[in-house]
């Protein structure tokens, strides 16, 4: 599947510099750019949900002093 984008002179020149920096070509620059920003989305979206239930759940976190205290009981 082919598209197309338009850009400013500016964008245009960003996006350019961009990709010849990471050694990419401009489509290929393009189509990291737009899978990574999906995939950020898609790891927040995630992440706020697991959290969600979490604090739904009623648990606490258990501090990190007591964490380590523990481990050190047991050895």
């Known amino acids: 599947m082919a598209f197309s984008i338009r850009l400013t002179d500016d964008e245009r020149m960003l996006a350019e510099s961009y990709a010849k920096i990471h050694s990419y070509s401009l489509s290929e620059a393009f189509k990291r750019a737009l899978f990574e920003k999906i995939e950020d989305e898609y790891d927040i979206s995630v992440a706020e ?3 969600k239930e979490y604090v739904d759940s ?4 258990t501090p990190v002093q007591d964490f380590w205290r523990e481990l050190d009981e047991e050895v």
């Open 49 to 51: 949900s697991a959290y």
């Open 58 to 61: 009623g648990y606490k976190s």
